[in-house]
């Protein structure tokens, strides 16, 4: 962020398609909630996954992620093309006569009409103008710049944490500040509303326990991507630090459970989210 801007001067944008309704993904853009109240509460504003996942491993007070977290890196790629799928604007091709695997099935678009989330907005129009179409390992190959295809270098997505947490300085949920780092000045985001990131954790916690359920076809499928995405991420276990004992027991068995799943039976439930099952199967390896 510039060091001549000031946190307070931050405009608050309003969007009527931003923000995405936490229900069931059935297909159509209907799904998607609409921000009614200007003066609405900054910290009851709907966080994009790749947000919330950013938030679970950012360290609250100063204002940073993890330097030995490359997983992150990746993993908010990944919620990228999720959030895409949720909403609506991308898809798995069919799996065919040949039965193609979940890495090899190319990804389509199914709406070009923007999200109003300039990240996702961003992913969107790469995908939309690539023919032929990509698969998800390549995609979040080429949006992380780990791709040697020096024609595929204009779809790397640079600086996309300090890009993530400026949208979350918009939104009221971080706030901006210099840190001296040795001989040099670094611009953190330190968390401003701290009851969004216990909402946040509150909500994680629920999933992994009141609101488990052991055949995860019949879980809120953006509850299920984000306890997925934060796995992959390395940041679901930083939820843990306020639970009791027993619940500790129990949360920790679920994100086994998560991290031994047979994806491809699960993708291949009824009323399963493709693309998600896809990019934990990338994501994993």
């Not at 990944?78 to 091709?93: D, N």
């Not at 918009?170 to 210099?178: H, I, R």
């Not at 995860?216 to 796995?231: A, G, N, T, V």
Request: hydrophobic fraction near 35%; aromatic fraction near 8%; proline fraction near 1%.
């Amino acid at each position: 962020m510039e060091e001549n801007e000031k946190s307070e001067n931050i405009v608050h944008r309003r969007n009527v398609q931003r923000f995405f309704s936490g229900g069931d993904f059935s297909g159509s853009e209907d799904n998607l909630a609409t921000e009614e109240d200007q003066g609405e509460d900054n910290s009851k504003r709907k966080l994009t996954l790749m947000e919330e996942v950013f938030l679970l491993g950012l360290k609250d007070k100063e204002g940073y992620t993890s330097f030995w977290n490359g997983s992150l890196c990746f993993g908010l790629r990944g919620c990228i093309l999720v959030e895409l799928g949720i909403r609506g604007r991308i898809k798995l091709e069919e799996e065919g006569v040949k039965k193609k695997s979940l890495l090899r099935r190319k990804v389509l678009i199914t709406s070009s009409t923007p999200t109003g989330e300039c990240l996702l907005d961003e992913a969107l129009k790469h995908i939309r103008e690539t023919q032929p179409p990509e698969n998800v390992g390549s995609w979040i190959t080429y949006l992380s710049g780990d791709s040697w295809n020096l024609l595929k270098r204009r779809y790397h997505m640079r600086h996309l944490r300090e890009r993530i947490a400026k949208g979350l300085v918009e939104k009221g949920v971080l706030s901006t500040e210099k840190m001296n780092f040795f001989i040099f000045d670094v611009t953190t985001h330190p968390v401003l509303d701290s009851d969004a990131k216990l909402q946040l954790v509150k909500k994680v916690q629920e999933a992994l326990l009141s609101r488990w359920n052991s055949d995860l076809s019949r879980m809120d499928k953006r509850q299920l991507s984000l306890l997925l995405l934060s796995q992959v991420s390395e940041v679901l276990e930083n939820t843990f630090d306020s639970l009791n004992n027993d619940d500790f027991v129990n949360a920790s068995k679920r994100v086994t459970d998560l991290a031994n799943l047979d994806l491809v039976n699960e993708a291949a439930k009824d009323n399963s989210l493709d693309i998600m099952w896809a990019v934990i199967d990338y994501l994993s390896r």
